[in-house]
């Protein structure tokens, strides 16, 4: 018998072997199978369901409800549902308040994007030295500490800081030899003296993203520039700045969403001793603010639910826009 | 021999920019800082002296105002119910995001894809604009002045899964591959092997969560009602109105809230700015 | 204990087949080692086996049992990993002891971790790592963790054995003890063993049953010193040696690549008439290389160029390039006090039972040994399962 020919008999026996138990057990097989696929998707849907569930109840179902309540006449405990359609849209829009709101988010807003990057990234240049410097650590943690500090505690010290007579603010404006100013009290100042202590409180936070983006920066690179003989300035705008995209547009992200969800900071410092919060005449009512009194104050939930909508379409277009700007101007690695 | 004559000046310069930066970094940690500094001032002045025109930022210690609020208001209550909120929201969402950010990791099923989705996509959701619906369930759910209201919302954290995912994922596969050899399950491999080697993610998840929980205002000031479950920071806006224009009581009131928060974060803040910069390269990644 | 039986085992990722119909028997106790270039296979096999891996098609067999759908866990095997995989963050008791907690069945707790404790024990002392048990991995020599891998593996007492590349992260004079080491403890441990190893001296010393992996497919099973000294292919021939077989072509008459400065007898010269249309290769290992005239018994004369030579101690490394047309390499192993340098002409022969005949084209033997109805070596392995089977 030649070589080939055994080979290909043996192989041939082999494969009938092999063929004939497999018959007769595959329907075991794939039961077996399947019962394994089954038990492992459990084990899976299990580990996922407990903070699916919690996503999903909370903040998913609202998402919808949200919507679904905006276009009704809806109270949380009239039991008298009635679909309205565009109306509490219409009654919005029909309500100078509320444009006055949105103008006043606006302005908040588009004061603390520019104001929360250029100070952060100043002060996380100005540390960067100091902090790998050693034990720099206490530095960092100095700008980081108001952030983690209970925004209503701390808004508080604020007001007392702010206050016309006895307040810290106006002394340190008459050391400077300017004039005095009412803050909290005028329609003019109070915003602004929100703003400070909303910059005090969430600087930090953005100074450690900056912190953290700087000591991505490769060595290298600043180092062939500066044998390459660029000056400080030049060597910023030109390898710094670009190569720090990506974090800065992740701040004005930030910021921006938090700028315009802002609500303890302003709910304490114009509420309180002031009277209603949003004060005085209405200067600081931004849209959190007044859907917040809406629905909560004034028990119009189905005004607030559409405002609410509002905010949220507000939300997503400026984080679209921005992404959309960030495509071209963001430098990716 | 320019070169020589240079040489002192240039020092000079180095010098002086040095000084001018180290002046700059002490003069922002102080701006920082100052504020809280004022809370412990204030707290402890003398009754006239807050009311002094120039203020007064000696330290001093009247320990009077402080007492006060310690013995007048129920300020162990809001305490005891900000810890218990926190400490429970902290371990409850260790045990969400390990498990759920295990599964992401380490197990291949259908739809882990949508899964991830609907993880991410819940920090799209602005919050201020949910809480009129979410009012609406805890209502329906019966769930309204209860601590469960202050807890369960929170208790999972897509910021927590993603990290804990990340940090599975960079386990050697063998780990688990030797556990399940020997017969080891999911739950007791996340239990024994994963999550202690997971330590630092342990540790970021749990300050973070615990320091955002710590500082809820909002949520509590909506689903609470009772004072008896109420935490300190809904606690100390009531203050401002009983306190009025008593800035030492003020002080004191705050000054009772940071202690705690401030403390945790002297002792600890190394993990947590690192957990922080790292939330920000998990984003960009 | 168990016997292993591979059945035309696939493995297949989308359209390539990394595993291709594996044949393979493997008896109670035995120690197969499968060796091969890095991705020819052979770990993917023994994920396969081990339970890691789902099988494509084909079967696995433990005794008569088939294992295909069987976890892992319920296969009775124990694994080595190639970095070990200790858990960082336990003590060496507590690896070898993770495993076993999870046995617990019902009844004593305490009973069960007195019997945990004494299996780790008596663990320990088989692999003389008593006294680091209180350790951790990172504060143990390489040797050590390699000990305790292999002990963790061995905690639970199972049918089938299996290594990963286990010495390859180790430096070279330990991973020569280690590998006395693990002959010491299969001799006295016999339990039925797979080994995955790319180095060939692991392979060739530790085996009983040497497996050659080529390309997802076996190209060789059987002893190591039937393969070393009949290789079935091109290319067992040239990965096992070290160095390799020399290989030259051996033209079919005006081929442009024939060795025309090689003068092989009649009797070898025709075997190439039976190759395919490439030709056939010839083959001579570097040791059966000697000098022309030393012996009476030599054939498969050449002449060759001296370009390099190597001492190492035992033997020299000679490399050199035949004179001829088509001037192909060649490696000789000689006596260390032999005086030879660079540009030095020297005549070889080989006996003639050491020169290999290869189809060039399939690259399988050609040469009398078959051809006298010689068995190759896996079909030994076939008709050994085929009594089994029946």
């Known amino acids: ?333 | 021999m320019t070169f020589r004559k240079q040489w002192p000046k240039q020092i000079g310069r180095m010098r002086s920019f040095t000084l001018l930066r180290w002046a700059a970094v002490i003069i922002i940690a102080v701006l920082f800082a100052f504020p809280l500094y004022l809370v412990v001032v204030t707290a402890f002045q003398s009754h006239g002296g807050v009311f002094s025109i120039p203020p007064d930022f000696a330290p001093a210690f009247h320990a009077d105002a402080f007492m006060f609020v310690l013995e007048h208001t129920n300020w162990a209550r809001f305490m005891a119910n900000t810890v218990f909120v926190s400490g429970t929201t902290v371990v409850l969402v260790l045990a969400t995001s390990a498990l759920a950010g295990y599964a992401l990791a380490e197990l291949s099923f259908r739809g882990r894809g949508a899964f991830f989705f609907l993880v991410l996509a819940v920090i799209m959701l602005p919050a201020q604009a949910l809480l009129i619906p979410q009012y609406a369930i805890a209502l329906h759910l019966r769930l309204l002045n209860t601590y469960a209201i202050q807890i369960i919302p929170f208790a999972a954290s897509t910021f927590g899964i993603i990290l804990f995912r990340q940090f599975f994922k960079g386990l050697p596969r063998a780990y688990w591959e030797a556990a399940r050899l020997e017969g080891v399950g999911h739950l007791r491999y996340i239990w024994r092997v994963a999550l202690p080697l997971a330590r630092p993610a342990v540790v970021t998840v749990a300050l973070l969560t615990f320091i955002s929980a710590w500082n809820q205002f909002q949520w509590p000031l909506i689903m609470t009602s009772s004072t008896s479950i109420q935490p300190i920071e809904v606690a100390l806006s009531h203050y401002m109105q009983t306190f009025e224009a008593n800035w030492r009581k003020l002080a004191s009131a705050v000054l009772l809230a940071l202690t705690p928060v401030v403390i945790l974060f002297l002792l600890l803040q190394r993990h947590i700015v690192a957990g922080v910069a790292g939330r920000d390269s998990g984003v960009n990644a | 204990m168990a016997r292993i039986e591979l059945r035309g085992l696939t493995k297949q990722f989308g359209e390539s087949r990394v595993v291709d119909e594996i044949d393979l028997m493997i008896d109670d106790g035995e120690f197969v080692v499968l060796l091969g270039p890095s991705g020819c296979g052979k770990t993917t096999t023994l994920r396969m086996i081990a339970g890691l891996e789902p099988i494509s098609s084909g079967e696995l067999v433990f005794d008569d049992k088939i294992m295909n759908d069987e976890p892992a866990e319920r296969r009775g095997v124990g694994m080595v990993f190639q970095n070990y995989a200790l858990y960082p963050h336990m003590t060496v008791a507590a690896n070898l002891s993770f495993g076993l907690a999870s046995r617990r069945g019902r009844g004593s707790r305490r009973v069960a971790r007195q019997k945990e404790r004494a299996r780790v024990q008596e663990i320990a002392r088989l692999l003389e790592i008593e006294h680091v048990l209180d350790r951790r991995p990172k504060e143990l020599s390489g040797g050590q963790r390699q000990r305790v891998a292999l002990g963790r593996a061995l905690a639970r007492d199972p049918d089938v054995f299996l290594l990963d590349e286990p010495l390859s992260n180790l430096d070279a004079s330990l991973r020569d003890k280690m590998r006395m080491e693990l002959a010491r403890l299969h001799a006295e441990l016999p339990i039925t063993t797979l080994y995955v190893t790319h180095d060939q001296g692991e392979a060739l010393t530790l085996a009983d049953q040497l497996v050659v992996m080529n390309g997802g497919k076996i190209a060789q099973a059987g002893s190591p010193r039937e393969i070393y000294a009949r290789p079935a292919d091109s290319f067992v021939a040239a990965f096992l040696g070290s160095p390799g077989m020399n290989l030259w072509p051996l033209g079919a008459g005006d081929n442009a690549t024939h060795q025309e400065g090689l003068r092989l007898p009649d009797k070898i010269a025709s075997l190439s008439a039976r190759a395919g249309r490439l030709g056939a290769t010839v083959g001579i290992r570097p040791e059966h290389l000697h000098i022309a005239g030393t012996r009476s018994d030599l054939v498969a004369h050449f002449t060759c160029r001296v370009q390099v030579v190597e001492n190492l101690g035992s033997h020299l490394l000679l490399h050199g390039a035949m004179i001829d047309q088509a001037r192909a390499d060649v490696v000789a192993k000689l006596e260390p006090q032999f005086d030879v340098g660079r540009g030095d002409t020297i005549s070889f022969g080989a006996r003639a039972e050491h020169v290999h005949v290869f189809d060039a084209e399939s690259g399988a033997r050609i040469d009398d040994a078959i051809h006298r109805g010689g068995t190759p070596l896996h079909s030994h392995y076939r008709r050994q399962r085929e009594a089994v089977i029946g």
């Not at chain 1, 100095?142 to 800081?161: D, E, G, Q």
């Open chain 1, 1 to 333: 018998m030649s070589l080939l020919q055994e080979r290909a008999e043996l192989a041939g026996s082999a494969r009938q072997r092999r063929e004939r138990p497999t018959m007769t057990r595959s329907a075991q097989a794939r039961r077996a199978r399947r019962i394994r696929h089954l038990k492992d998707h459990l084990v899976a849907y299990g580990l996922l369901s407990p903070a699916l569930a919690v996503f999903v109840v909370f903040f998913y179902v609202p998402a919808a409800y949200l919507v679904y309540i905006s276009f009704f006449h809806w109270g949380v405990l009239s039991s008298s549902t009635s679909f309205v359609g565009l109306e509490n849209f219409r009654r919005l829009f029909a309500q100078p308040l509320f444009w006055h709101a949105l103008a006043t988010s606006g302005y908040y807003t588009l004061v603390m994007i520019p104001a929360t990057t250029l100070l952060a990234l100043g002060i996380s240049l100005v540390l960067k030295e100091a902090v790998t410097a050693r034990r720099g650590g206490v530095w960092r943690a100095a700008v980081f500490l108001p952030h983690v500090t209970p925004v209503v505690a701390t808004s508080i010290i604020w007001v007392w800081i702010f206050n016309p007579q006895f307040g810290l603010a106006n002394f340190v404006l008459e050391k400077l030899h300017l004039p005095a100013l009412g803050w909290l009290d005028t329609t003019q100042w109070a915003l602004p003296a929100v703003m400070i202590d909303s910059l005090w409180h969430s600087l930090g936070l953005y100074v450690i993203i900056f912190l953290a983006g700087l000591a991505n920066v490769p060595r290298e690179l600043v180092e062939v520039a500066r044998l390459d003989g660029a000056r400080r300035s030049r060597i910023f705008r030109r390898v710094i700045l670009p190569l720090l995209s990506p974090t800065t547009f992740f701040v004005v992200i930030l910021a921006t969403v938090n700028s315009w969800q802002a609500f303890s900071q302003i709910y304490t410092m114009t509420g309180g001793p002031h009277g209603g919060a949003g004060g005085p005449a209405f200067s600081t009512t931004t849209d959190a603010l007044l859907v917040y009194q809406t629905a909560f104050s004034f028990d119009h939930f189905s005004l607030a639910a559409a405002m609410a909508l509002v905010l949220f379409v507000i939300i997503l277009l400026l984080t679209v826009i921005q992404k959309w700007i960030s495509n071209k101007v963001v430098f990716y690695r």
